[in-house]
């Protein structure tokens, strides 16, 4: 399919000799995101990706789902994307985690440690809303696309960029067909195998989990009540998650020779699997579309910026899903940096400054951190069967379910409504 044909942009002109106020590499969730904050400000984005939006959205591209934190749909309603998703979105009420040696997310009822947060217990500081918001990832997909579309955004799709050099005015990045565009700064959101990030010199470290996440869309025989259910095995989290309709999205955790088999196997064969380790507590689970898999790895980028460079999404940081918290981190940092590009516009400074760039950097370093640390930590504390851990961990889930502000806390903080929030979090426009 051709590119589409955008429209005038309704931002200002990009400074002189600049085709763009922002180049963004990558028009995934997090740089169209991105795009969209900049250009109802009043800039000029330009969005390059190698998958034009129409396969994007295709049930064959991405079978995941995401819970998305209600602070980062708060920014889908200040930038009007949420109406498009709102009919698609599943409010998770609860969650449940427990823990265990075999599967069956019921196998036996809870075990003696478990943890229970209730959207309820938050209500007073969340106004009302759930723990988050279960969406598929191709209607996000599709609803950033029409949004993207509707702005008059540019959008080079099918473009793929060869290189990008970085100059003490600007920077210009050339794409592989030879085109060749300017603007004062480049964004990197085009996954862990960023150019823009080898560009700009910014190196990455990390190491693989050899771990595998199996993903499929079930359609329950009982509803499902809002409830999402983290249940942790020797091999790795299995997870049920809310969808419309009474489905539900699984994500469960195994060896790579074991998802491949999975992805690989007879219906019937993955079924037998599949109610293995899903247990009665639901019913029978019916599978509905394809088996997808996914290689699990920690990967961070050394800096979050670099020479007229800002890296958002998986080219800055890509973690295990273990909590879900992979996407949200990515849109937390899309808010807090189109925060820090329109301020510095609207005072007259040089958006892709190092001093600008590095406010970003300040405001999202510490949580990135912090966040990947911990979904290493918890990788490797639950993905096990050591008989120490065990008790450790059991231990841990019980404390925390017994103090209110412990788990109030944990609430809020996988809500994203901890810490500095950027304004789009907030539900308040740029």
Known sequence: MAKPKAKPSSGSAPPSGFDADVIIAGAGIAGATLALALAKAGLKPVLIDPIVFDAQVAPSFDGRATAIAYAAFRQWRALDVAPALEPKAERIEQILVTDGRRPGASAGGPGPFFLRFDAAEIADRSEGEPLGYMLENRHIRAALAAAVQAAGIEVLAPARVARAEFGPRGATVTLADGRMLTAPLVVGAEGRGSVIREAAGIGAIGWD???????????????????????????????????????????WTESVSRGAALKTARPEVFHAHLQRRFGEFVGAATREGAVFTYPLSLQLAERLVGPRTALLGDAAHAVHPIAGQGLNLGLKSAAALAETIVEAARLGEDIGAEAVLERYAAWRRFDTATLAAGMDLFVHLFSNDHPLLRLVRGAGMAAVNRIGPARRFFMQEAGGAVGDLPRLLKGEAL
């Not at 771990?211 to 499902?224: I, S």
């Not at 095995?233 to 997870?239: I, K, R, T």
């Not at 809310?242 to 994500?251: C, I, K, M």
């Open 209 to 251: 989990y050899r771990q595998t996440a199996v993903v499929a869309t079930v359609r329950l025989e009982r509803p499902h009540g809002g409830v999402a259910h983290e249940y942790f095995l020797p091999s790795g989290p299995f997870a049920i998650l809310p969808l419309t309709e009474d489905r539900a999205s699984l994500v």
